[in-house]
């Protein structure tokens, strides 16, 4: 395996909510851990997976590790280097490495810029836009590059496609010629034709420019195909990870069990989806110390709540956070 | 159509908009059987969304307008009623659960007395009367503390618990046809199952029709006995499910069932359907998936085809399946 591009570690992220004066003597405190004490490796020219439900954190990890929004605590290392120690500049620098493609293709692009303006931006930012010319030149291949042509750079985003929007967003995040591209949800708000086309680009540019890729998705089937290595999130927690193969086909933790059992699969032969997991998805909200899961979780013991399950390594490569596998 | 709970004859919609006309439903016709699930999966645009509305008559006119056809429910003509009987058959005959609970629920009231407003306004009950039948659906469909929880705003609601809500205001009057627009889109896997299980458990037990509009083909799958898949305002295919699945007969399902990543076999590129959707304020002469279509011909071009029978019970609108002439 290759070096760690990007390495993880007990990365937090804490939100206080009621967090004025006159509720914190009333005891109305309470804290939102939306990230809690994470770690995982990313390896250079992989794609790993960031897979789980709606507030599971794995948004807010990729926004933790680009210092969109600060960690409360935890290491955030590029290639070595201590990202949480940067001050602005040297950040403004970093972020020409690490760029983001989000979720939104709507309100991901400026409806007040021309393509051309959305893409030369970044070239100005870092300093890639020798003159007006050979800015033009860039956007030009960025655009062939993402499957749009000279047709497109002086158009307005409202005048392309949810797919051709996310295209132009791609090409954003390349312009800077990253090393590493966090796709927060970026297929997500497609149309399921469309996002063939885009997964398929993904695969073609990461191949072309050795890209790494931290893929943050719900939709498990997009995580199959895409992914090298998964990891799988809980209210803030990692509870698995692994090789894809080894994640997909001999899942270990109850709750990657039971998201695999959840999803339907498009073929009337294969097994309807099933819930083996009762209740509803835990509050991040003043969590228990121990296991997220413990409510719901089919083999629960009574320390699950109480103490954090320790990460097993249950297969090479393969890690499970549980008190009962 | 016999012993049909809905039947959907030609139906053509139209908008006419400041840009133009656009025909969001194209002369569609399906019918669903009594305790049927019926499956009608389509992309954004292809016109589901909006036959779904048209049979309970809630598109506006102007500026829609129903082009031609008509939508026949147990026997009788919707688009013939007046204003007061669709509204007595709206609610409480046919029931319709929305995508977005956020959105489709008001959130300036309680739980309680949205449910309540229905079963007064269509069923007459008094308040206390209202109250009690309420807890019972929000017990039915699987809210717990249901006593309390009547009481409760929208927004003090998850996802999922938000689309048992909407199900029980559907089910509150005993609908014998229920239409589900996306119900599960906007909710997260596992709460997904629950729902699902939910939909068909009710439907077993209160023995109802089931119009399911999805573009998961994954759900569709598991959770209809028959589908039509609609593209750019028409319908291209109709059958059985499994035959549908086994067999796909139109370039178009054939292209998405190829393009979507499976949760089995891990190839490196998938393979989707090229180009994109029509501008449909402009669409091509002829079918409207010519332009993407590998097999696309001259007719093609020129006639837009018209749906044959390919297999029993088994319908595809394509000139692949043309008779050859003699």
């Known amino acids: 395996m290759n070096a760690p591009l990007l390495e993880v570690e007990n990365l937090t ?10 509720s914190r003597i009333a005891g109305k405190t309470q804290t939102l851990k939306a990230v809690d004490d994470i770690s995982f490796k990313v390896y250079e020219g992989e794609t790993l997976g960031l897979v789980g439900e709606s507030g599971c954190g794995k948004s807010t990890t990729g926004r933790l590790i680009t210092r969109l929004i600060e960690p409360t605590s935890g290491d955030v290392r590029i290639r070595g280097e201590d990202l949480l120690a940067f001050d602005n500049n040297q ?4 972020r020409r490495n690490m760029q983001l493609v989000f979720q939104d293709p709507y309100s991901s692009l400026n409806p007040r810029k021309t393509i051309m303006q959305i893409l030369g931006r970044p070239l100005e930012v870092h300093g890639l836009a020798p003159d007006w010319h050979g800015k033009r030149e860039r956007v030009l291949e960025l655009l062939n590059l993402v499957g749009l042509g000279s047709e497109h750079i002086d158009r307005y985003p409202h005048e392309f496609s949810g797919g051709q929007r996310q295209r132009i967003a791609i090409a954003r995040a390349l312009a800077v010629n990253p090393d590493l591209v966090i796709g927060d949800e970026p297929v997500s708000a497609l149309d399921v034709s469309v996002q063939a086309q885009i997964l398929n680009l993904f695969r073609e540019l990461q191949e072309k420019f050795k890209l790494t890729y931290l893929f943050i998705a719900h939709d498990l089937s997009v995580v199959r195909h895409i992914s090298d290595r998964v990891a799988v999130m809980y209210v803030g927690k990692i509870v698995e990870t692994g090789p894809v193969e080894e994640i997909f086909s001999r899942p270990q933790h109850p709750y990657t069990k039971a998201l695999m059992d959840a999803v339907p699969e498009a073929d009337p032969n294969k097994p309807p989806p099933k819930l083996t997991l009762k209740g509803e998805i835990a ?5 228990p110390s121990g296991c997220r899961l413990c409510k719901r979780c089919p083999i629960a013991t009574p320390n699950c709540e109480t103490d954090p399950p320790p990460l097993k390594e249950m297969a090479p490569n393969h890690f499970v956070a549980c008190h009962n596998i | 159509m016999q012993d049909s709970a809905l039947d959907i004859e030609n139906l053509s919609i139209k908008f006419h908009l400041k840009r133009g006309v656009l025909t969001a439903v194209n002369n569609v016709s399906f019918h669903v059987g009594k305790g049927e699930t019926f499956g009608l999966v389509g992309e954004s645009g292809s016109g589901k969304s909006v036959t779904a509305r048209a049979i309970m008559r809630l598109i506006p006119t102007p500026p829609g307008e129903v082009a031609s056809g008509g939508v026949n429910f147990g026997g009788r003509s ?5 204003d007061a009987e669709i509204r007595e058959i709206r609610g409480s005959e046919i029931a319709m659960v929305f995508q977005e609970p956020m959105s489709a629920l008001n959130p300036v009231f309680t739980v309680g007395s949205q449910i309540g407003d229905v079963l007064r306004t269509n069923l007459g009950l008094s308040k206390a009367e209202a109250r009690e039948r309420t807890i019972e659906l929000l017990s039915l469909v699987g809210i717990p503390s249901p006593a309390s929880r009547i009481d409760s705003y929208v927004h003090e609601f998850s996802g999922g618990m938000r689309q048992r809500v909407m199900l029980a205001m559907a089910l509150s009057c005993d609908p014998t046809f229920l239409i589900a627009d996306e119900p599960t889109t906007a909710l997260d896997v596992t709460i997904q199952a629950t729902i699902l299980e939910l939909i068909s458990s009710m439907i077993d037990r209160f023995d109802m029709s089931l119009l399911f509009i999805t573009h998961n083909l994954g759900v569709v799958a598991h959770a209809c006995d028959r589908i039509g898949v609609m593209y750019a305002s028409h319908l291209v295919e109709l059958g059985e499910k499994r035959e549908i699945f086994a067999n796909p007969q139109h370039p178009y399902t054939v292209g998405l069932l190829n393009s979507i990543p499976r949760m089995d076999t891990q190839s490196k590129y998938l393979t989707p359907i090229r180009g994109s959707v029509c501008n449909m304020m402009d669409p091509p002469k002829g079918c409207k998936f010519n332009p ?24 595809a609108a394509c000139h692949l399946h043309d008779q050859p002439t003699v």
Do not use: W
């Not at chain 1, 992220?13 to 006159?22: A, E, P, R, S």
């Open chain 2, 78 to 82: 919707i688009y013939d009623l007046s």
């Open chain 1, 91 to 94: 950040m403004q620098t970093a």
């Open chain 2, 292 to 315: 993407r279509c590998d097999h696309a011909m001259d007719i093609c071009r020129q006639v837009t085809p018209e749906m044959k029978e390919v297999a029993p019970g088994h319908f």
């Open chain 1, 13 to 22: 992220k804490h939100f206080t909510l009621n967090g004025d004066f006159v």
């Open chain 1, 283 to 287: 509050t991040p909200i003043n969590p």
